[in-house]
């Protein structure tokens, strides 16, 4: 048994699962803070429907996606003790700081805003949501601060007595120039999803004709949000592809399979390659674009993947530093496919519920509803490519994955505890899907008679007597 093969499987499915609710949590914040604007803003009665109806779910998300992280912290001592001891001066700061500072400024106000309808003014209630959506933001930065570094090493210098690496620049690690560039595009990412989740959801209910006042603006509302997040994606993927290039040629070389240095260089829709994956058999390319993509020009020269892995040999010693390219390859264009899916599907939609029109055919609503796998599938083949592709690193340039697993820590211990997460996160899975499912399909909350929500100054005076009670 190997127990490599065994530590990398478990940190992959757990992270992978755990990103499923991160991109959620993040636009959905952002969604439900636009809803509860509009109903500050205009005193609508649907708009605030929509808020708590939309809230709820969120909150559902939130939960499961903090106890779902927590793991991906144990596993740095458990399975990674190496890698942990050689970074950790590094990796530790930024994570620190979101926790002290992100996460509780999220976790702080989420609890006013649950607990403060009818106790908070309206000013300040709306406040504490805005807050908790800037926190979720800022959370995603300094967690992207300490992927990046292992992308791109910057601000630290290596102590050969200590055998690891020691911060000396924050700031370089906090402007590394592949946090600047992820950055966006997993935030633009996470409108992405929350768009079609709020789209599939609301299609559900449009197609059942219920309570057409609070879903048709949650629709539209998804509709423009994925498109924006799209238009995002695109413009910041174009500035990662060239960041990546500078700083992991063999990324983006193993992202095209391209197995020769070309210029320029063709980006192929379809390849199918040698069993030991030196070369390609059939292709479907597109001249030059993957010089624009790598380089900003039709005509640049793009590295191939064998000059890149002597190259390596050379500055690294004997080896093998090639990825996997099938997974690399192959997740590129699904993490691609799905999200241009997503936009398309969106795009159709504004067209269909232009002017105040609903779509009557079934199919047009079935299809809504079902595309709201399609950016889980993008996020999580794009975060599949990101960590595989770098492969044999861990810290590229730094560190081999091999190097950094626990020595003390035997192959039967991790495979027990594989299985172990493996079947918690599959139950947990049942209950999160049940809750959401349960929760999605309820009609949105309708005010009691005699309830102050209503109320435009949003005092709650009338309430100042009920004891506090958890409002979901």
């Not at 950790?88 to 926790?99: H, K, N, T, V, Y």
């Not at 064998?306 to 990825?323: F, I, M, S």
Request: proline share 5%.
């Amino acid at each position: 048994m190997d127990e490599l093969l065994f530590a990398r499987l478990q940190f992959g499915i757990t992270t992978v699962y755990h990103f499923l609710f991160v991109p959620v949590t993040i636009g959905l914040s952002l969604a439900v803070a636009i809803l509860q604007t509009a109903w500050a803003r205009t005193g609508r009665e649907h708009y605030r429907r929509a808020t708590k109806f939309w809230g709820k779910l969120f909150l559902i998300n939130f939960a499961m996606g903090l106890v779902t992280g927590i793991v991906q912290e144990f596993q740095f001592g458990m399975n990674w003790s190496s890698y942990s001891r050689f970074v950790g001066d590094i990796f530790g700061a930024p994570l620190a700081i979101e926790a002290l500072l992100a996460f509780f400024l999220e976790s702080t106000f989420l609890g006013l805003w649950i607990f403060g309808w009818d106790r908070l003014s309206r000013g300040v209630h709306l406040l504490c949501i805005w807050l908790v959506a800037i926190g979720t933001v800022l959370s995603a930065y300094f967690i992207l601060a300490a992927n990046s570094f292992m992308q791109n090493p910057v601000g630290y210098r290596y102590n050969p007595e200590a055998g690891r690496a020691e911060l000396t620049d924050f700031g370089a690690v906090l402007t590394n120039k592949v946090l600047l560039a992820t950055f966006p595009h997993t935030i633009f990412g996470c409108w992405v999803t929350a768009g079609v989740f709020l789209t599939a959801v609301a299609a559900w209910h449009l197609k059942r004709g219920r309570n057409l006042d609070v879903f048709r603006p949650s629709l539209r509302l998804g509709l423009v949000a994925t498109l924006v997040g799209f238009g995002g994606v695109l413009v910041s993927g174009d500035l990662l592809g060239k960041v990546m290039t500078e700083t992991q040629p063999m990324k983006m070389a193993a992202a095209e399979a391209l197995y020769e240095t070309q210029q320029p260089a063709s980006f192929s829709l379809f390849t199918i390659g040698t069993l030991d994956g030196t070369r390609p058999v059939t292709q479907i390319e597109i001249p030059g674009l993957l010089s624009f993509l790598a380089t900003g020009s039709f005509d640049g020269e793009v590295q191939g993947i064998n000059d890149l892995n002597a190259e390596y040999q050379q500055k690294y010693g004997p080896g093998d530093y090639r990825p996997y390219i099938p997974i690399a390859y192959w997740g590129f264009r699904i993490m691609i496919g799905a999200g241009s899916l997503a936009a398309l599907v969106a795009l159709a939609g504004l067209w269909l519920t232009r002017g105040g029109r609903l779509p009557k055919n079934r199919w047009v609503w079935g299809i809504a509803i079902w595309s709201v796998v399609l950016p889980f599938v993008a996020h999580s083949f794009g975060w599949i490519f990101t960590e595989m592709a770098r492969q044999p690193w861990v810290v590229f340039g730094l560190m081999e994955t091999r190097a950094g697993v626990s020595p003390t820590v035997p192959a039967g211990t991790v495979l027990t505890s594989l299985i172990v997460f493996t079947a918690l996160y599959g139950a947990l899975a049942v209950v999160e899907l049940g809750l959401m499912l349960r929760w999605a399909r309820k009609d949105p909350p309708e005010e009691p008679a005699g309830g102050s929500s209503g109320d435009p100054s949003g005092s709650g005076d009338s309430d100042e007597d009920k004891p506090l009670a958890f409002a979901y």
